[in-house]
Nanobody
Framework: QVQLVESGGGLVRAGGSLRLSCAAS????????MGWFRQAPGKEREFVSS????????RYADSVKGRFAISRDNAKNTGYLQMNTLKPEDTAVYYC?????????????????WGQGTQVTVSS
């Protein structure tokens, strides 16, 4: 099975940018569809973005569309989430996830493997 480790979180002012990374080990990342989710205090984990195995198709939650960009480098076994024009409401723990399914889902149960999360805090 694959192990996922997120990095790149931190504290940033509103309007700023961060780039999250998701490093995979144990198995090659190229066999998995990938997703990013986030969970704010007191809220359920929510879908942010997803990308297919080849990187040819991406999907975004309406709340981040136009501001976030998902990508992957299968040669480096790493996925990325570029976050621009950050808002205080983007504050959350961000998780990357991997799926062996033949579809790319937007629900927690669509993914099989999860990282431990990285905190993103956006100050106003």
């Amino acid at each position: 099975q694959v192990q996922l480790v997120e990095s790149g979180g931190g504290l940033v002012r509103a309007g700023g940018s961060l780039r999250l990374s998701c490093a995979a080990s144990g198995r090659t990342l190229s066999i998995y569809n990938m997703g990013w989710f986030r969970q704010a205090p007191g809220k359920e984990r929510e879908f942010v973005s997803s990308i297919t195995r080849s990187g040819g198709s991406t999907r975004y939650a309406d709340s981040v569309k136009g501001r976030f960009a998902i990508s992957r480098d299968n040669a480096k076994n790493t996925g990325y989430l570029q976050m621009n024009t950050l808002k205080p409401e983007d504050t959350a723990v961000y998780y990357c996830a991997a799926s062996r399914r033949n579809y790319v889902g937007t629900k927690y149960e669509d993914y099989d493997y999860w990282g431990q999360g990285t905190q993103v805090t956006v100050s106003s």
